[in-house]
């Protein structure tokens, strides 16, 4: 490589570090859960996905361990030549009777299922009218289609409903209304039932990337959609958060629609198959959440989301409105929320700032989370460790 490459690179490295926006990695020395190990100590845990305290259950733990016993490591091959297990397709019914879909895709990241939806379903005579805060996937799912593409304001149905008009004018053969069904930066909930009268008003389908919901979200815990009571064409999720905290994704749509992915979606077709310890570990997740101990779990991380929320507005930090257990503290600056990450994590809490580009730039953020796991204990402790912090860095 070039001395001037090089250079280039230190330059930017060294620009983002003078922004504020470097983004650090912390080494876990244990198992995710509502308190890990970090630095040698013991530290309460609030910014991870963990919402239903699944991802260091012994019970998802031990079932991962006995599938990877039984099937090995890996197939070592991708899933049309010689990667499809039994615990593959066992995994594809099992998703797709939770959720309530006639079927269920595998991929090796839920990245690689909004990567790989829309380009083998949708070509140039079609529309995809998206969210402007959908997830980066999502986004660069719709970059590999050659659909054409509109863009509304988030959650805007007014906006919604012109982008869905022009697409109807310019001649669209299909048009897929494609949105997060939580907007994981902001914990907001999309309004599907809107979403839903307009798709019937202009023919459209709807896309709704689940990752955030699946779990814990509406009866049963199955997602954004079930909490709107409302039907959707397509859905993709993940094993990573809620079912399970591995890795891995899926596409929940027909019969029809999941066998024509599998002949054409590039992220399957080109991806080894699913590790069996993913697909163990994720079995046991869904039989968890799906059934009583599930609702005792949703009930005990709705609570803790109610207490955080309660406790933090009374300190007085600025708290983004919402129901969702994702509760986002706006510090504005990044450099702000580095420092305040840096000192909660030295006063025992864990959690990092968000800033650009993952968040607007001037919207910098502790996005905190919360988890079934957590006691009340717990979280009191994160909102005077929050308090100190924030009385130390002049938040409030």
Known sequence: MTASFHERIRAELADIGAQGLTKPERVITSRQGPVIQ???????NFCANNYLGLAGDERVTRAGIEAQQTWGAGTASVRFICGTL?????????VADYLGFEDTILFAAAFDANGGIFEPLFGAEDAIVSDSL????????????????????????????TQLKQARADGAREIVIATDGVFSMDGYIAKLKDIRALADRYGALIMVDDCHATGFL????????????VEIDFLTGTFGKALGGAMGGFICATSEVVALLKQRARPYLFSNALAPAICGSSLEAIRIAGGDEGDVLRQQLFANAVRYRGAMTEAGFTLLPGEHPIIPVMLGDAKLAQDFAARALE????VIGFSFPVVPRGQARIRTQMSA?????????AVAAFTTAGRELGVI
């Open 38 to 44: 970090v630095g040698g100590r013991d530290v309460l």
């Open 347 to 350: 006063l025992g809490v864990y």
């Open 86 to 94: 039994e615990i593959h397709k066992a995994l594809e019914r099992a």
């Open 218 to 229: 509406g009866p049963q815990g199955r997602g954004s959609y079930a909490h709107h009571g």
């Open 373 to 381: 796991a957590h006691t009340f204990e717990q979280i009191d402790h």
């Open 134 to 161: 959908n997830h980066a996937s999502i986004i660069d799912g719709v970059r590999l289609c050659k659909a054409g593409r509109y863009r509304f304001a988030n959650s805007d149905m007014d906006d919604l409903e």
